[in-house]
């Protein structure tokens, strides 16, 4: 079965997909969410009782309507923003505020406007290792820069570079001060579908080399296929009969493709629909009471 | 071609009006002239008329000069500018110099206070609300009013000036570097925050940078008012600069004079408007 721990009563849709990917070891996790939880309103909490563990080398994508805090979850773990109970830990240590271990790409790529693709790359560089002379910075930044293929546009200032490009330059940011671990936030969210396709392989391939664990939140069921070795499944806060449910986690769906599958023949993959229905009837009928 | 001859056509409207202006200005300025002529007076009554002050014989022109006098009068300042002969006579680029001293003085020292101030006042909400007041109220303050106090308490006219130039130059600039540093997108803070980059380096190599146009804006607004006030302040104080060789000037009723003062102060302040203009296009950003 690819739902884990909290399977709940639709898990049965799909069929078992023989050779699960991911071996799940919630106890062993590289990254641990445990009771999250955080509320403005003290009775209202927009989620609660939130935990999950993400292993290492893992990709995991979380999917939610606009509100039930996928950001505010994503944020607590990148030290940006607090949790009003629960704690998270990486490494075995705990998140009470931001780190060079974890690499954010923001959603709205968040590149320096007066500065070149080098020289913002280069910022980063030096804020992880402050020791390093000139000609050092500018081999690292050059071999990310060449990463995501924007060498010819290196000396460029964001202004010049299209949508698709400053998204790169902010994924090659965050992958050059090579943490521990990388957040993205809704990263291809602001792309057109073209050229989102073209990052996502990019990125998979970049985070197949290298190993990364990696954490991302999208809208985008295919994406979150495509690229998610775990697709962790969010509802909204909502009123009830029983009165106000916090948001949380409903479910956490294993994705039972093989890891080697790609945008052109995802679609063709035996478990593709059973999977992308699963989650659509999840975000249709039950992630929002409205 | 069409964007050349806006330029083109710009140019030859703008010169129209000029020859315009000389010309109204020529044809004021050649009326009868004041003194009339000797004739029917005695020799004493012409004696008597050249001890007054007005000498029947000589050519006088209407009190108030044509260009062509003006002309020559600013070629002669302009071709000896650096002469000194004493307090009351000294040329016009010394005046200039001591004119600019001050205002730079000034300037620097309203940077001084109001660039950080202005860091404090943009990074904490606390401290927005805590100076606002002060500066509500002591904005609208015409730099002027503070010169009897500035007299008594610095006991001395040229650093009184300096400390009007201050003044009038600070709440431009620390009401944009408040609001500049206010401003910046807290999505470049975020980044700095997950690159744990320290207090200094972000205040330097992010807010700044992120700032610099909007505090660029305010620092053209308040050397524009400086340039104003110190034309002002100097006719109090006396002594030296462009202000005080006006005053002088009218004290002497050398309206060719004053005249001449008048358009290079105009174009001193267009100059120093330029060099921030040049400044500001340096450090914006095109998002």
């Not at chain 1, 990019?202 to 080399?209: F, P, Q, T, W």
């Not at chain 2, 300042?77 to 040329?91: A, E, I, Q, R, V």
């Not at chain 2, 904005?139 to 006219?157: C, E, F, G, N, Q």
């Not at chain 2, 610099?212 to 030296?240: C, D, K, N, Y």
Request: one cysteine or more; aromatic letters at 8%.
């Amino acid at each position: 079965m690819w739902s884990d721990a909290s399977v709940r009563e639709s898990a049965a849709l799909v069929a078992p997909v023989s050779a699960p990917i991911q071996k799940v070891s919630p106890m062993s996790g590289f990254l641990k969410v445990e009771q999250l939880a955080k509320a403005y309103q003290a009775n209202k909490p927009v989620f609660a009782d939130v935990s999950f563990t993400i292993d290492k080398g893992e990709f995991v994508c979380i999917i939610g309507h606009s509100g039930c805090g996928k950001t505010t979850i994503l944020n607590v773990l990148a030290g940006l923003d607090t949790a009003t109970s629960g704690n998270c830990f990486m490494d075995g240590r705990e998140i009470n505020g931001p780190s060079l271990e974890r690499g954010v790409v923001f959603q709205s790529h968040a590149l320096m406007p007066w500065l070149t693709v080098r020289q913002n790359i280069a910022f980063a560089v030096k804020s992880r290792w402050p020791e390093w002379k000139t000609p050092q910075i500018n081999v690292h930044v050059e071999k990310f820069v060449a990463l995501v293929g924007l060498l010819p546009a290196i000396d460029k200032k964001p202004s010049q570079l299209s949508g698709g490009m400053k998204q790169r330059v902010g994924i090659a940011r965050a992958f050059a001060i090579q943490p521990k671990m990388l957040l993205l936030d809704e990263p291809f969210g602001a792309l057109d579908a073209l050229t989102r396709g073209t990052i996502q392989d990019e990125l998979m391939g970049i985070v197949r080399e290298t190993h990364q664990t990696v954490f991302m939140i999208t809208h985008d069921v295919d994406e979150a296929i495509l690229l998610a070795d775990r697709i962790l499944l969010m509802t909204n806060g909502q009123e009830t009969d029983q009165g106000y449910r916090p948001g949380g986690m409903a479910e956490v769906v294993v994705n039972p493709l093989p890891r080697s599958r790609t945008r052109a023949q995802l679609h063709h993959l035996d478990g593709y629909y059973d999977l992308r229905n699963h989650i659509v009837d999840f975000l249709v009928s039950r992630a929002k009471a409205h | 071609m069409k964007a050349v001859s806006l330029n083109l056509r710009a140019a030859v409207v703008s010169l129209l009006i000029f020859v315009c202006f000389i010309g109204a200005w020529q044809l004021a300025t050649t009326g009868p002239s004041i003194g009339g002529s000797s004739a029917g007076m005695t020799a004493d009554e012409i004696e008597y008329a050249k001890m007054m002050g007005k000498d029947p014989g000589a050519e006088k022109s209407s009190g108030f000069p044509p260009p062509v006098e003006v002309a020559k009068a600013s070629w002669a300042h302009l071709s000896d500018p650096f002469y000194d002969k004493g307090p009351n006579d000294k040329g016009i680029g010394i005046q200039l110099a001591h004119s600019l001293g001050r205002v730079g003085l000034g300037f620097l020292l309203a940077m001084a206070v109001a660039l950080p101030l202005g860091f404090l006042i943009g990074m904490s909400p606390l401290m927005q609300k805590a100076f606002n007041p002060f500066v509500q109220v002591l904005k609208p303050i015409s730099p002027l009013a503070w010169m009897p106090l500035a007299l008594y308490t610095l006991k001395d006219s040229d650093v009184s000036g300096i400390f009007v130039i201050f003044i009038c130059s600070i709440w431009p600039m620390l009401i944009n570097t408040a609001f500049g540093v206010a401003g910046v997108k807290r999505e470049w803070l975020n980044v700095a925050s997950t690159l744990e980059v320290n207090p200094i380096r972000k205040a330097f190599q992010v807010i700044l940078p992120a700032a610099a146009p909007t505090i660029l804006t305010g620092m053209r607004i308040s050397m524009g008012i400086a340039w104003l006030v110190i034309v002002a302040a100097e006719m109090l104080v006396g002594g030296t600069g462009v202000g005080y060789f006006v005053w002088n000037e009218w004290n002497n009723l050398s309206l060719t004079n004053v005249i001449f003062a008048v358009l290079l102060i105009g174009v001193v302040g267009m100059l120093l408007d330029l060099m921030f203009a040049q400044l500001q296009k340096a450090v914006t950003y095109v998002e």
